[in-house]
Nanobody
């Protein structure tokens, strides 16, 4: 059963940091490609960062050098470290998983399994 569960969202001032977590069953975690998406009400879901099964990582341009996606050593948790946050990062953040290698374009249609999201709010 693949059911991502996100946590770690919250409110922070511009320039601050947050770390999101996403837990998936450890028995299959290493066989999944994982990603973080975000969505603002009324807008399309945007791919933020992804990590392939071989460990290669991809980022959307607006978060490069600020966000880092990683897999935890415990073997069941995906992280998104977000630094230098700005109000444009405010969104609902979703964790997603795919049972195959994914492209660098981080497209929502490439992912089969989705969490329910965690809200990130950045104030100026």
């Amino acid at each position: 059963q693949v059911q991502p569960v996100e946590s770690g969202g919250g409110s922070v001032q511009a320039g601050g940091s947050l770390k999101l977590s996403c837990v998936v069953s450890r028995w299959i975690f290493s066989s999944l490609s994982m990603a973080w998406f975000r969505q603002v009400s009324g807008k399309e879901r945007e791919g933020v960062a992804a990590i392939n099964r071989d460990g290669s990582t991809y980022y959307t341009e607006s978060v490069k050098d600020r966000f880092t996606i990683s897999r935890g050593n415990a073997g069941d948790t995906l992280y998104l470290q977000m630094n230098s946050l700005n109000p444009q990062d405010t969104a609902m953040y979703y964790c997603a998983a795919a049972a195959y290698d994914i492209s660098p374009h981080i497209r929502p249609t490439d992912f089969e399994y989705w969490g329910r999201g965690t809200q990130v709010t950045v104030s100026s």
